[in-house]
């Protein structure tokens, strides 16, 4: 299995909603990426994770929670979020996150929020 | 940290021409600089990248050059077909953090005419 894969595609959500975004892959990548993509513009970096450990925090609002529960899996909680959080979301892994590999980004989950 | 620029925001060409986007970076320690192909509605996917000892990397119609003295690098698409149409990121590795966090150029939205 050479891909990533995000669930769900699309999501809708009130701002006083809880919801989850899930990642998954099984190429034995040890280091997984959380990006946001708004509409005409790059990835922008949220979290990193290596080994399961969270490496890099890029200063994002706690309304988004991302969790790491095995080497395959990667979550991003989301609580209390703002209709400017509307956005393409990316996960992305790597063989490691310490050395210069190609990053596989998953297809995406398209977020609104209400 | 890194800063990348990316030039032209559009580039519309006919069908066999060339195609050259243009980054540049501003952190000397960078050292790995992967371009992504973006198609509407799609993931980023990984087309070339190149390392800071190499100086040019060619894949059949797809090279990027690397000049580490003026700190850019540029992607070269030769005989451009319509399927090429696209948005292209260029991306630095910031080093620093001592993981892989990629800085992405603002995007070239490549529109190859038949």
């Known amino acids: 299995d050479t891909e990533v894969t995000q669930t769900p595609k699309h999501l809708v959500m009130g701002m006083t909603n809880k919801k989850s975004l899930k990642c998954e892959q099984h190429m034995g990548h040890r280091a997984m990426y959380w990006y946001k993509q708004k509409a005409k513009k790059p990835p922008e970096l949220m979290f990193v994770y290596s080994y399961e450990k969270l490496s890099i925090n890029e200063s994002v609002p706690s309304r988004f929670s991302p969790e790491c529960p095995n080497s395959s899996l990667l979550n991003l909680h989301l609580h209390a979020l703002q209709p400017e959080d509307s956005a393409l979301y990316l996960c992305?892994?790597?063989?490691?996150?310490?050395?210069?590999?190609?990053?596989?980004f998953g297809p995406g989950t398209r977020l609104t929020v209400l | 940290g890194e800063n990348v620029e990316q030039h032209p925001s559009t580039l519309s060409v006919q069908e066999g021409d060339s195609a050259v986007i243009k980054c540049t970076y501003s952190d000397s320690a960078s050292n790995y600089f992967p371009w992504y192909k973006q198609e509407l509605g799609k993931r980023p996917q990984l087309i070339i990248d190149?390392?800071?000892?190499?100086g040019e990397k060619k894949d059949q119609r797809i090279a990027v050059t690397l000049n580490k003295t003026a700190k850019h690098f540029s992607l070269h698409i030769t005989e451009t077909q319509p399927e090429d149409s696209a948005v292209y990121f260029c991306?630095?590795?910031?080093?620093?953090?001592?993981?892989?966090?990629?800085?992405f150029g603002t995007g070239t939205r490549l529109l190859v005419s038949p």
């Open positions: 991306a630095a590795r910031e080093v620093n953090t001592g993981f892989q966090k990629l800085v």
């Open positions: 190149i390392r800071s000892n190499v």
């Open positions: 992305a892994s790597s063989p490691s996150s310490g050395s210069d590999n190609e990053q596989f």
